[in-house]
């Protein structure tokens, strides 16, 4: 679910979209009960020790230790702590989770993501897919620190002028990567942009030189190496046929 609205955001006006989703709300509950364990176990330590008057602690020192426990986000409203007295030999602790809280928290806050942009024509389905494909993103980052294809670095250069002429035309071999890897997918290859070009790396073109008869030209053939599935489909998808090289120089070598 996804609601739509307007709303004024570091000074201009901007589209905000807030989404719900059930399989990002059954993670963050996850999540929230892992935090949950950990917070309710460092307040049962706190209890031990201050219930066995083996401790230094005085008001502050106790406030400190219960803040650190519920740093994390939402534990605060979600575990009230009550503390008395203020010295060591009087002071005294007492926690408890609050299951109303938490199903506030869970119908108002949890499983929702909201995003704002400044493309107001777009649709709320467009909004919603920019926002998650930002992995590819961050995958095109990882793959620019890939030293097999792609690869920003390293970098021979020392000018400023050149430099920028490096990382441009390492983005368009970037760009060209993920056009190869968009083209494969649209052909139903479910690969990696690495797997498109380690299968693409591996066809290779074969030159065999044929000793000179007496009378005539050295024989050269030339010929693609044998592809797999993977790399026969990729052939025809990108239509490397164009560009194979053809089946020697004599007609009595065609179809060898």
Do not use: C
Not at 41 to 52: I, K, N
Not at 69 to 90: E, I
Not at 171 to 196: D, F, K, N, T
């Amino acid at each position: 679910m996804a609601y739509r609205g307007t709303k004024e955001v570091f000074g201009a006006p901007r589209t905000v979209v807030v989404t719900r989703s059930q399989s990002f709300l059954a993670k963050q509950l996850v999540g929230l009960h892992q935090t949950r364990r950990r917070v309710e176990v460092q307040l049962t330590e706190l209890d031990r020790l201050l219930s066995g008057r083996r401790h230094r602690m005085d008001r502050r020192a106790l406030e400190a230790r219960v803040a650190e426990a519920l740093a994390p986000r939402w534990m605060r409203s979600l575990y009230p702590v009550v503390m008395d007295g203020q010295k060591k030999d009087d002071i005294s602790l007492s926690w408890s989770f609050d299951p109303e809280a938490f199903e506030v928290l869970r119908e108002r806050e949890l499983g929702k993501r909201i995003v704002f942009t400044d493309r107001e024509h777009w649709t709320t389905e467009a909004i919603v897919a920019a926002y998650r494909s930002q992995w590819e993103v961050e995958a095109a980052f990882r793959q620019m620190k890939d030293p097999a294809h792609a690869a920003f670095r390293p970098i021979y250069h020392w000018t400023d002028q050149k430099i920028k002429v490096h990382a441009l035309y390492s983005v368009i071999a970037l760009m060209l990567v993920h056009l190869a890897w968009r083209q494969a997918r649209g052909g139903g290859l479910e690969l990696s942009p690495r797997e498109v070009m380690e299968a693409l790396a591996s066809i290779r073109e074969a030159t065999l030189l044929y000793a000179r008869e007496p009378r005539g030209k050295p024989r050269v053939f030339q010929k693609l190496t044998r592809m797999d599935q993977t790399q026969r489909t990729l052939f025809e998808i990108l239509g490397l046929e164009a560009l194979a090289p053809r089946v020697g120089n004599t007609a009595k070598w065609r179809g060898f």
